[in-house]
């Protein structure tokens, strides 16, 4: 179909390593498990966009089944000139759920056992990073126990 719809291209914009602290679970077991992970520190990385993850947010989990976890982290960042961009990202979490449970403990768990899809999106008043408030962002990520790591690339 040369004329039909095609895909946007992605642009890569950087790799997060989000640094976060113990989880705290919020609701009795019988009920969906929400919990908040402090986020206290952390790294952007990418060939135009680096940044310092400040300790300043959570990320606000609700366990919907036992295979399946919605997430919404909200943080901000530093660039190294000093500019602040905040940060929404929600995302969902699912495998198996052994291995959403051995997550939800601590334990490493392969990234190719989990799908984890997240859709950041980004505010800053800062001139030289504006596109980020008018683009949409998606990324790719894993859990390891005392860090998220994410790719995150810009939808064409």
Same mark, same amino acid.
């Given at each position: 179909?040369?004329?039909?719809?095609?895909?946007?291209?992605?642009?890569?914009?950087?790799?997060?390593?989000?640094?976060?602290?113990?989880?705290?679970?919020?609701?009795?077991?019988?009920? /969906?498990?929400? =919990?908040? #992970? +402090?986020?206290?520190?952390?790294?952007? @990385?990418?060939?135009?966009?680096?940044? *310092?993850?400040? %300790?300043?947010?959570?990320?606000?989990?609700?366990?919907?089944?036992?295979?399946?976890?919605?997430?919404?982290?909200?943080?901000?960042?530093?660039?190294?000139?000093?500019?602040?961009?905040?940060?929404?990202?929600?995302?969902?979490?699912?495998?198996?759920?052994?291995?959403?449970?051995?997550? /939800?403990?601590? =334990?490493? #768990? +392969?990234?190719?056992?989990?799908?984890? @899809?997240?859709?950041?999106?980004?505010? *800053?008043?800062? %001139?030289?990073?504006?596109?980020?408030?008018?683009?949409?962002?998606?990324?790719?990520?894993?859990?390891?126990?005392?860090?998220?790591?994410?790719?995150?690339?810009?939808?064409?």
């Amino acid at each position: 179909m040369p004329d039909g719809p095609r895909p946007p291209g992605l642009t890569y914009l950087a790799g997060f390593r989000i640094d976060v602290g113990t989880a705290l679970a919020v609701t009795p077991p019988e009920q /969906a498990t929400r =919990r908040i #992970v +402090p986020i206290t520190g952390g790294s952007v @990385r990418g060939p135009e966009f680096t940044a *310092t993850i400040l %300790p300043y947010g959570a990320d606000f989990q609700t366990q919907r089944s036992p295979a399946t976890t919605d997430l919404d982290a909200r943080y901000a960042l530093q660039t190294p000139t000093g500019e602040l961009v905040f940060v929404t990202n929600t995302a969902v979490r699912s495998g198996a759920p052994e291995d959403i449970e051995a997550l /939800a403990s601590g =334990r490493r #768990v +392969p990234a190719e056992s989990i799908y984890f @899809r997240c859709c950041p999106q980004f505010t *800053t008043d800062a %001139p030289r990073w504006g596109f980020l408030n008018d683009r949409l962002f998606v990324g790719s990520g894993r859990r390891d126990p005392e860090q998220v790591v994410i790719d995150v690339w810009m939808v064409d």
